[in-house]
């Protein structure tokens, strides 16, 4: 069964730092795409960050580039999101999803449709 399990969300004052981990369990992900998405109250969900297959490719939004990094480690079937310089607009829920893309080690998705299977979210406040 695949499964998809987000941890490592909580409060943190303005400023701060979080990391966030994504643990794929009933599958390997090292043929997997991964993205980060949050969805904020009231708001859609939106992408945060990406990661090709190969690791080579990133991506990330003009609200979070610089301050944010992706990363994957297959040997511990796992992608991480870690989050400095937290701002409180980037409270939200965190959603890490993932997808087959074994004839695109470069590529990396950002569309949530382009996903086939999602954690259940880790809850992000920052606020002080």
């Known amino acids: 069964q695949v499964q998809l399990v987000e941890s490592g969300g909580g409060l943190v004052h303005p400023g701060g730092s979080l990391r966030l981990s994504c643990a794929a369990s009933?599958?390997?992900?090292?043929?997997?795409?991964i993205g980060w998405f949050r969805q904020a109250p009231g708001k859609e969900r939106e992408a945060v960050s990406a990661?090709?297959?190969?690791?080579?490719?990133?991506y990330y939004a003009d609200s979070v580039r610089g301050r944010f990094t992706i990363s994957r480690d297959n040997a511990k079937n796992t992608v991480y999101l870690q989050m400095n310089s937290l701002k409180p607009e980037d409270t939200a829920v965190y959603y890490c999803?993932?997808?087959?893309?074994?004839?695109?080690?470069?590529?990396?998705?950002?569309?949530?449709?382009?996903?086939?299977?999602w954690g259940q979210g880790t809850q992000v406040t920052v606020s002080s």
């Open positions: 990661i090709s297959v190969s690791g080579a490719n990133t």
């Open positions: 009933g599958f390997t992900l090292e043929y997997y795409a």
């Open positions: 999803a993932t997808r087959k893309a074994f004839y695109c080690s470069a590529c990396y998705y950002t569309a949530a449709d382009q996903y086939n299977y």
